[in-house]
């Protein structure tokens, strides 16, 4: 079959300020006609740019210096503007991360769909009514003919994206480039998405480029796999050759730094990939990724170019790798799992919150509208226990940053209590606690670009904590200063410098210093490497869970990410719509008997295993609105084990398996001793 | 929305990966050399705004004839010679002894009225925007009040009530353009306030004063200066205007507005006389304007 998007050896250059620069050297790839390949890569590795040199759209600066990319046989150098175009419109359609940006906010979706036909030739309007029509249909939208009135905003982010990959299928393209499309979404919305991608590939046929971060999703959908390295394609193959034999050593990274849900419990160790991609990485003769490199050889890695050679039996496995055989030899040894930690469930109780409720009042003062409530937090209880790891997990909305919030005192809590020794957080904002109160809960927050003041420099960020809340003078504050650097394993140099002169891990290391300063008893972390890459997350994970353990401090960490909950937590806290649906110990929680919700969000999350096949649960729809008052289950709207009216009238009875509880109307059978959870008995990673 | 965007364009990488530029490590002055080689514009405003400092500073040394020394023989020929290089005044003055002594009093009276402003400003502004709600409505209703009259009435009433004065002119100032201020540091202070590391300040108990001063006013550092320059601009117009209206500082000492106003009765029969203060009254403007576009620029490039 004839391959509809070639790249031969190409390099592309950026022409900026500080002079020439290669933002990608030497990458070859094709995708065969139905063919799908995933590229993966950290931050800044150029594969954004890969997708735009697909289009030949490359931003001011960015030239092709070497190679060729040819779609469907064409050279793209050699086409005119109006040919270029004509290629963009017909034969390839793009998907971005945000679905908004991609949609016109004052068109209906019927027009923008509509659209398309229009301008390939159908002059019928009711012939390009019907075919947006259905397409919205193959997209899994329901009520499609609503739909197609509506504006883009009154679509959810599932939904819009749903739209806009319509509206890339209407002009029946040959090549689709997803770049990031899944990355602003929930879970259980990016599983649906991914499944209808899966869908709809064997249905449409057209070949597909899909760009992620994400070694799950690109597993879940794709069946050929490019890692980019610094602009440079570092492995290329097969999916499961890939996956299962993984060749060169930043592949073998990447997969072992990556939390899994089927680890065996908290305490299996993620490897990190130690140092940083810096800038001169990128102009190296030699291997790119050879300052980071454990197996690295002077001779071999670093003075002469290494080129792409064979990497395994299976055809079109390729490395860019000099030293295959010790890499190869490594791995094997490499691998020793730490026996899982048991959760001690009675370690003292730091923290008891006993129906803690947070509700938001909007409008009704001048605005003229009807006063509404919005209820972020109902009725939660839960206790954080010293030395242990609470996780709170749920998808967008469902009030898991309005506990942290609550808890921490930057907002009010509407009624119940929270006990921290005496003290009732609840009742107490922030700038009513006593000195004493404040220094004993800290937060570390998720976004690394907002975490530190830009204008003060790391000294002043971890000095002030010490001053305020452990009344230290000057001198005995730098001494402190010194060893929390050191304790979050930063160098000492770093401390005059600004945020911006930092990495997103640097800055969140700070953080965590900073949070550590007042030697709290309990530290609420609310998603503190969301925004992290695969690699950073790890050792920024892995330092936490150190400290933790040797200070017994008490953490309370909020997550989207189950597998990331998997290797962290000893208790897990399952949100829905501002509710707790499951509370126990996280063996309890990831082992059934499970809350209807907690199984979808399980089958979900990715997984980095080619073989995982399809999620046995997809949830459809979207989570209600909070303002409105909930009878009955708040999930019954998405149950697929709905039982019937009793879960849309009666508020479901909390079900107890000794310390394990779930809220559910289902009748179920306790957790059968002896049997092993679904994570033990599936396979060790590689 | 839970996660933040990963990835981002390979442009923008790349310059996240190389943002250890050597001068960031360089002090002020460096840092102020490195601005002006890098952006053109910002050089041009530089050096007039300096030429003028420069003239103000030296004026005694500078200037060929003391300001108000009245030649009526020289009226024979009041325009440019070599002895007197912009001419005379129609008393026989010297124009280009008269610019350089008056580039003191706008030098002096236009920054003091700008950073009363800005203090008043900043002050209210970041006020209005921590505190939010009733504070926050009333200072800004009454600084929309303020900015809805025009201002050169408000100039004139004040003065006229108070008298012609550097301190009646400085205060009015201040009061006129502080709204605007305020309205620039409330913006910042209303984004900034959200930020993460404000939470944390509060976390550890800092008091609204120490949040507003430390955490918060030094991020509204960049809009703040480019606008500063920008209003350093329209006062020079303002004190122009009203040495033009007759309420500016009392004559006989040399004031630009005032140089035009005296001689524009005359502008058709000896026409340098009210253009060349014009011009130093434009020249001024422009450069502060050049001035905070380059600094503009510069921020927005990072």
């Known amino acids: 079959m004839a391959d509809v998007l070639v790249f031969d050896k190409v390099s592309i250059d950026y022409r900026g300020k500080a002079g020439v620069q290669r933002i990608l050297n030497d990458v070859s790839f094709s995708i065969p006609a139905g063919g799908s390949m995933g590229l993966v890569g950290e931050s800044g590795c150029g594969k954004s740019t890969v997708a735009l040199a697909a289009m030949r759209y490359l931003p001011r600066g960015m030239t092709v210096a070497e190679g060729r990319i040819s779609v469907e046989g064409r050279d793209t150098a050699g086409l005119s503007d109006a040919e270029l175009r004509r290629v963009r419109g017909n034969r390839v359609a793009m998907i971005y991360q945000d679905p908004m940006s991609s949609l016109n906010p004052v068109m209906t979706v019927g027009e923008q769909l509509m659209e398309v036909p229009l301008l390939h030739g159908v002059t019928d309007r009711a012939v390009a009514f019907q075919r947006a029509v259905a397409m919205l249909g193959e997209v899994r939208l329901p009520d499609a003919e609503a739909m197609m009135a509506r504006y883009p905003h009154q679509l959810s982010g599932g939904q819009q994206q749903r739209v806009v990959i319509a509206m890339a299928l209407m002009a029946e393209p040959a090549l689709l480039i997803m770049d990031e499309p899944t990355t602003g979404l929930d ?49 290329t193959g097969d999916i499961r050759s890939v996956f299962h034999r993984p060749a060169h050593p930043y592949t073998h990274g990447l997969l072992s730094a990556l939390p899994r849900i089927d680890a065996r419990g908290k305490g299996a160790r993620l490897h990190p990939i130690e140092g940083t991609l810096a800038a001169a990485d990128r102009a190296r003769p030699g291997c790119a990724f050879s300052p980071r490199c454990p197996h690295m050889a002077p001779a071999e890695c670093v003075e002469r170019s290494v080129p792409m050679v064979p990497a395994s039996p299976a055809a079109d496995h390729l490395a860019r790798c000099a030293r295959l055989e010790a890499v190869r030899k490594a791995s094997q040894a490499a691998w020793r799992a730490r026996p899982p930690a048991e959760a001690e469930v009675d370690a003292p109780i730091l923290l008891d919150v006993r129906h803690l409720t947070k509700n938001y009042e909007l409008g009704g003062r001048f605005g003229g509208r009807a006063k509404r409530v919005v209820r972020a937090l109902s009725d939660a209880n839960f206790q954080a226990r010293a030395g242990q790891t609470l996780a709170i997990v749920g998808e967008s909305g469902c009030g898991k940053s309005t506990l942290a919030k609550t808890i921490s005192g930057l907002i009010p809590a509407s009624a119940g209590e929270a006990r921290l020794g005496d003290a009732d957080l609840a009742q107490l904002p922030v700038d009513k606690r006593p000195r004493d109160l404040r220094r004993r ?50 160098p000492p140099d770093l401390l005059r410098r600004m945020p911006h002169q930092l990495s997103g891990g640097q800055r969140q290391r700070v953080a965590i210093a900073r949070a550590l300063a007042g030697e709290p008893d309990l530290v609420v972390a609310d998603e503190p490497v969301s925004a992290l890459d695969v690699s950073v997350q790890a050792a920024i994970l892995n330092l936490l869970s150190d400290l933790l353990e040797r ?40 082992r059934p008997p499970y809350h209807p919700y907690t199984e979808a969000l399980l089958a979900a999350a990715p997984k980095p295993d080619p073989d995982a096949g399809a999620p046995t649960v997809v949830l459809g729809g979207a989570m209600p609105s909070s303002t409105q008052a909930i009878v009955g ?48 008995a599936a396979a060790p990673p590689p | 929305m839970t996660e933040a965007t990963r990835d981002i364009p390979a442009a923008a990488a790349y310059v996240e990966v190389a943002r250890a530029r050597p001068r960031i490590k360089l002090g002020a002055l460096a840092r102020v050399w490195n601005l002006l080689s890098y952006s053109p514009i910002a050089t041009v405003g530089a050096a007039i705004i300096l030429f003028w400092c420069v003239c103000a500073i030296f004026a005694p040394w500078v200037a060929p004839y003391p300001p108000n020394k009245i030649d009526s023989a020289l009226l024979a020929y009041p325009y440019p010679t070599s002895q007197h290089w912009l001419g005379v005044d129609h008393l026989g003055r010297d124009i280009a002894s008269r610019l350089i002594w008056g580039a003191r009093t706008v030098l002096i009276v236009a920054p003091i009225a700008v950073l009363t402003a800005a203090a008043l400003g900043t002050f209210l502004g970041l006020l209005s925007g921590y505190r939010g709600g009733a504070a926050d409505a009333v200072i800004m209703r009454v600084g929309d009040t303020l900015l809805a009259f025009p201002k050169i009435i408000l100039y004139l009433i004040i003065i006229a009530k108070f008298g012609a004065s550097a301190f009646n002119i400085v205060a009015v100032i201040g009061v006129t353009n502080a709204p605007i201020i305020a309205r620039i540091v409330r913006a910042v202070t209303l984004d900034v306030k959200n930020r993460d590391y404000v939470a944390a300040a509060r976390m550890r108990g800092e008091s609204p004063l120490y949040i507003m001063l430390v955490e918060i006013l030094p991020n509204a550092r960049g809009p703040l200066i480019v606008d500063l320059f920008l209003r350093l601009g329209y006062t020079t117009i303002a004190i122009g205007v009203l040495g033009f209206l007759g309420v500016g500082l009392p004559p006989p000492d040399p004031d630009w507005g005032g140089m035009i106003k005296e001689t524009y009765g005359m502008l058709f029969v000896w026409p340098h006389m009210t253009i060349i203060p014009s011009i130093a009254i434009s020249s001024l403007v422009i450069g502060c304007n050049f001035l905070a576009t380059g600094l503009r620029e510069s921020s927005v490039d990072g």
Request: with cysteine; net charge positive; proline share 6%.
């Open chain 1, 187 to 235: 879970v259980t919305i990016e599983a649906a998405i991914l499944e209808l991608v899966r869908e709809l590939r064997s249905k449409f046929g057209a070949a597909i480029l899909f760009i992620s971060h994400n070694l799950g999703t690109v597993a879940r959908i794709c069946d050929r796999i490019g890692v980019l390295y610094a602009g440079r394609l570092v492995e």
């Open chain 1, 551 to 590: 200070s017994h401090v008490g953490l309370i960490v909020i997550s989207h990410d189950l597998a990331l909950v998997r290797h962290m937590a000893d208790w897990v806290a399952v949100m829905y719509l501002g509710r707790i649906v499951e509370y126990g110990p996280a063996d309890a929680v990831f």
């Open chain 1, 441 to 490: 809960i800290q937060m570390v927050f998720q976004n690394p670009d907002s975490t530190l003041n830009p204008s003060h420099s790391v000294e002043f960020a971890l000095a002030r904590p010490l001053k305020v809340l452990r009344g230290m003078g000057s001198g005995e504050a730098k001494r402190e200063v010194a060893r929390l650097m050191e304790q979050v394993q930063l």
């Open chain 1, 633 to 680: 289950c708040p999930f019954a709207s998405r149950c697929p084990r709905k039982i019937g009216a009793i879960c849309d009238t009666e508020t479901p009875p909390v079900r107890r398996f000794g310390v394990h509880s779930i809220a559910c109307h289902i009748d179920l059978p306790p957790p059968a001793a002896g049997i092993r959870s679904q994570a033990d």
